[in-house]
């Protein structure tokens, strides 16, 4: 039982590159999230999705897409990366209307 | 969902209780409280959550005040890798079907010192 798993781990980009990160799940939860956080700053949510098919906005959702590609995958894609998208990115996953989410280790992305 | 306000920041020495404290003034009647922490360079651990009563778990224990305006999360005897920081969110119960998505603040950071 892995839990929640990200990929890439760390990943540098250029300015104008596009990438996707990846996030998968085996605890069987609905709703799945992402979140950025920048050094000194708490954590800002940029999408969920709150069951299958379905997506929806957070804060920061400008410069991001995301996929719920099934129940287990939610990826996360920066189509023209910019050097403010530079941050820690975390998955994270609940039950439908579940109390606990549990978070994956994070990608640590630098735009240069 | 009801702002929460926390010091930046408290120590405590290893083996003794860590209290840390959190304000909720503004909570509603369906609103929730839940700690997290997220240990360095870590994504964040859910520690334990409450509506009015005390609760207790094997990480930490929750003192909610009877007005629920504040709260207060206590680990036991600390140890030097509870050093971390830990978050006070306030949030409503979901309904089923409905999203569970978190709002961070800042958290208060804990250092555990030997």
Redesign the interface.
């Known amino acids: 039982n892995a839990g929640?798993t990200q990929t890439p781990k760390f990943q540098v980009l250029k300015t104008g590159q596009s990438m996707t990160l990846q996030c998968a799940q085996d605890m069987n939860h609905n709703?799945m999230?992402w979140?950025r956080q920048d050094p000194?700053?708490?954590?800002?949510?940029i999408y969920?999705s709150?069951?299958e098919g379905t997506t929806?906005k957070?804060?920061v959702p400008n410069g991001y897409n995301v996929s719920r590609l099934n129940k287990r995958e939610f990826s996360l894609r920066l189509e023209s990366a910019a050097p403010s998208q530079t941050s820690v990115y975390?998955c994270?996953g609940?039950?439908?209307?579940?109390?606990?989410?549990?978070?994956?280790?994070?990608t640590r992305l630098t735009v240069t | 969902d009801a702002k929460t306000t926390q010091p930046p920041s408290m120590d405590c020495a290893e083996g003794r209780a860590a209290n840390l404290p959190c304000n909720h003034s503004t909570i509603s009647g369906n609103e929730?409280v839940?700690w997290?922490r997220q240990i360095h360079?870590?994504?964040?651990?859910?520690i334990i959550?409450g509506l009015k009563n005390n609760e207790t778990n094997e990480m930490a224990s929750l003192i909610i005040t009877e007005d629920r305006k504040s709260s207060t999360l206590i680990l036991p005897h600390a140890t030097l890798r509870d050093t971390a920081v830990y978050?006070c969110i306030v949030r409503v119960?979901?309904?089923?079907?409905?999203?569970?998505?978190?709002?961070?603040?800042?958290?208060i950071t804990l250092s555990v010192r030997p």
């Open positions: 929640v709703s999230y979140y000194g700053m708490g954590l800002r949510l969920y709150a069951s929806d957070g804060e975390f994270a609940a039950r439908t209307g579940g109390y606990e989410q549990y978070f994956g280790p994070g | 929730y839940y997290y360079s870590q994504g964040p651990q859910y959550h978050y119960a979901s309904p089923p079907g409905a999203n569970s998505k978190l709002t961070f603040g800042k958290g």
